[in-house]
């Protein structure tokens, strides 16, 4: 009897032990819609996304190469949506509100192992000259 005793403890045991130790995995779901911010300070707010993927919002950067003063800029863009529990890819476009640039920006939204969304970009920003001849110093 003391033997069966002891199988069945090791048995419920075995059985209790992996569910007691096992990590809860974060959701894979990213969303963009709310407020973001960068690690320079600069913020956005994308509104709904809606059932095409479209969205805007505004971005108020922190950084800037004019002397002009920041202002609140639109933006426009698109979320890919044919996986709606994924980390989806993103892009758009900023029509900055106080120079004559505008950036875009393409990306994804991840959920890290912390269950935090983190948005990973890379962006081109292109501002006006003067002419052609000065086109190879326009783009950044």
Known sequence: MVQMTAFLLVLSLALVAPSLSA???????CVLTGRW???????????????????????????TATM??????????????????????????????FSDSITVFTGQCF????GNEVLKTMWLLRSRVDNIKNDWKATR
């Open 23 to 29: 990590k809860k995995s974060p959701p894979l779901q």
């Open 37 to 63: 911010i960068n690690d320079l300070g600069s913020n956005m707010t994308i509104a709904a996304v809606n059932s095409r993927g479209d969205f805007s919002g505004s971005y108020h950067t922190a950084v």
């Open 68 to 97: 002009n003063e920041i202002q609140v800029s639109p933006l426009q863009g698109s979320q890919h949506r044919t996986n709606e529990k994924s980390q989806p890819t993103f892009g758009f476009t900023v029509n900055w509100s």
């Open 111 to 114: 959920v890290d192992e912390h």
